[in-house]
DNA sequence: TGATTATATAAGTAAATCATTATATAAATG
DNA sequence: CATTTATATAATGATTTACTTATATAATCA
């Protein structure tokens, strides 16, 4: 049982497009910033931003390698959220399609 | 599998405090618009516009009986959207403490 | 150390959103 | 049919949000 005003929040998060697909694509696997911008196509300041925001609403994990910074999604203790990003489309063949190691 | 464009609409519509009370109290049983202004204490035309947001997104049902319009959810179809309502908490104690017949 | 690549932050702007006030419609009732 | 009650709509203003451009930080590598 969550209460209303977390809830709210967190969907907040969820309900910008951009966002939402940024974790169905987390959903695959982790990726680095520059991953997500080429998949997006959007720009890099951005998905900056919006990584951010997730990352502060708790719904991702970020994590530094080197010159690369990865996330990955954070929802395993979300139930009622994570029965939302399975329904997400599945971005797997879109993922295979793009060149591996698109930004390195 | 939803849309993403389907899921981030129908998210921003629960996104909001005040329609995400809504359906939580709509989880209990239908209202009409006046029994819903008494629990919110927000003004009638804010309560009024919120619904009008939630029927035109095909979340809750509309049903005139004479004076008054009653809402009930519409979510039975929409499987991941009611994991979420399914999690909110329970408004039940707070339906019992207001006046019976509050707006008639 | 200077240049390059990856990422973050800041500032500015345009668009979207929410609440309020005022008014309209619809049904019931004396 | 005029009044009252329930609800909807319209117009307005304030706040929030998302995106852009410009710049800062951080790591790597020549």
Tied chains: 1, 2.
Excluded at 52 to 64: A, Q, S, V
Excluded at 81 to 92: A, G, N, R, Y
Aim: proline share 4%; aromatic share 4%.
């Amino acid at each position: 049982m969550q209460a209303i005003e977390e809830v709210s929040e967190s969907l907040k998060l969820l309900s910008d497009k951009t966002r939402l697909t940024i974790m169905a694509l987390l959903r695959h696997k982790e990726m680095c910033v520059c991953d997500i911008v080429d998949f997006l196509e959007a720009s890099q300041p951005n998905v900056s931003q919006h990584l951010k925001k997730l990352k502060t609403g708790g719904l991702i994990n970020e994590e530094r390698r080197s010159q690369w910074v990865y996330y990955s999604l954070n929802v395993e203790d979300k139930p009622y959220l994570k029965q939302v990003i399975d329904h997400l489309p599945s971005m797997e063949e879109r993922i295979n399609a793009m060149k591996p190691q698109d930004c390195t």
